[in-house]
Nanobody, 121 residues
Framework: QVQLVESGGGLVQVGGSLRLSCAAS????????MGWYRQAPGKQRELVAS???????NYADSVKGRFTISRDNAKNTLYLQMTSLKPEDTAVYYC???????????????WGKGTLVTVSS
């Protein structure tokens, strides 16, 4: 029905940059909110950044000033521009879509399978 596919993860050095993308596909009418979460081994999943369809943005304190979240509502695509990367940014990054309205009804939440970001020192 609805799928979220992340891309752009990989291996970067400390101080480097990376851009993540998340494409939502399916019979989607609208998505209220989208966000990026991350999870490192042995740690709980945490919110990195979120953005509503109206453009309201929230960042975790740990990434403020370094990461930028954006979305293309027409394409149902989410982005995360990551700069000044640190080893502690290493994690699997997951895309989330909240309040997704489809032909089947709404509102439902969906998760991508994740993309690995590794920051080496």
């Amino acid at each position: 029905q609805v799928q979220l596919v992340e891309s752009g993860g990989g291996l970067v050095q400390v101080g480097g940059s990376l851009r993540l993308s998340c494409a939502a596909s399916g019979s989607i009418f609208s998505i209220n909110g989208m966000g990026w979460y991350r999870q490192a081994p042995g740690k709980q999943r945490e919110l990195v950044a979120s953005i509503t369809s109206g453009g309201r943005i929230n960042y975790a304190d740990s990434v403020k000033g370094r990461f930028t979240i954006s979305r293309d509502n027409a394409k149902n695509t989410l982005y995360l521009q990551m700069t000044s990367l640190k080893p502690e940014d290493t994690a699997v990054y997951y895309c989330n879509a909240a309040g997704v309205w489809t032909i089947a009804g709404g509102a439902m939440d969906y998760w991508g399978k994740g993309t690995l970001v590794t920051v080496s020192s």
